[in-house]
T-cell receptor, first 114, second 115 residues
Framework: AQKVTQAQTEISVVEKEDVTLDCVYE???????LFWYKQPPSGELVFLIR??????QNEISGRYSWNFQKSTSSFNFTITASQVVDSAVYFC???????????FGAGTILRVKS | DTEVTQTPKHLVMGMTNKKSLKCEQH?????MYWYKQKAKKPPELMFV???????INESVPSRFSPECPNSSLLNLHLHALQPEDSALYLC??????????????FGPGTRLTVT
């Protein structure tokens, strides 16, 4: 069975602080795909990143960075110098090698205060 | 352009009404999805269409009826809904389906309230 755990239910930070959102996953597939999505109050799920299991390179995109560690089955997401616009629910998700189904974590609510 | 559009944005319907949700994408994607999301929960998959054919039905009650008229359009027909069906309904599409590296792109959703 596949499972994604986002242990942090809610995080509050002050603007310009760095924040890391944790994601731990379980799967028996040797090839799998990990995703992060952002859901602002408007409701739309915004795709942020896909990481393939066979590519362990970390990635940086502006203020966002992702740390994929197969050894600990984790795919953590760091926002540097957070801004109020980063306030949203963030979902980590997993999809196995075959099939269309995304397995989502419970989500982490991020509140960035000015 | 990674855009999925959904109409209407908001819908209020009675339990005896019949209504439809619409979703459209022009990215040439081969798979389209319906998700249901309750407040403070992650999205739950309802249906998957692949090449305009229904490939996954996650044991959704028959009062929800999906339809894929063509490769760009996806509808969700609603009939005799219950108040507990009130939720955000999200449509998504993806360039691939089944095996392979691809992501799903989501629309803005329809907020449905059943009275």
């Amino acid at each position: 069975a596949q499972k994604v755990t986002q242990a942090q239910t809610e995080i509050s930070v002050v603007e310009k602080e760095d924040v890391t959102l944790d994601c731990v996953y379980e799967t028996r597939d040797t090839t799998y795909y990990l995703f992060w999505y952002k859901q602002p109050p408007s409701g739309e799920l915004v795709f942020l990143i896909r990481r393939n299991s066979f590519d362990e390179q970390n990635e940086i995109s502006g203020r966002y960075s992702w740390n994929f560690q197969k050894s600990t089955s984790s795919f953590n997401f760091t926002i540097t110098a957070s801004q109020v616009v980063d306030s949203a629910v963030y979902f980590c998700a997993l999809r196995g090698e075959y099939g269309n189904k995304l397995v989502f974590g419970a989500g982490t609510i991020l509140r960035v205060k000015s | 352009d990674t855009e999925v559009t959904q109409t209407p944005k908001h819908l209020v319907m009675g339990m005896t009404n019949k209504k439809s949700l619409k979703c459209e994408q022009h990215m040439g994607h081969r798979a389209m999805y319906w998700y249901k999301q309750k407040a403070k929960k992650p999205p739950e998959l309802m249906f998957v269409y692949s090449y305009e054919k229904l490939s996954i039905n996650e044991s959704v009650p028959s009062r929800f009826s999906p339809e894929c008229p063509n490769s760009s359009l996806l509808n969700l027909h609603l009939h005799a809904l219950q108040p507990e069906d009130s939720a955000l309904y999200l449509c998504a599409s993806s360039p691939g389906q089944g095996k392979g590296a691809y992501e799903q792109y989501f629309g803005p959703g329809t907020r449905l309230t059943v009275t």
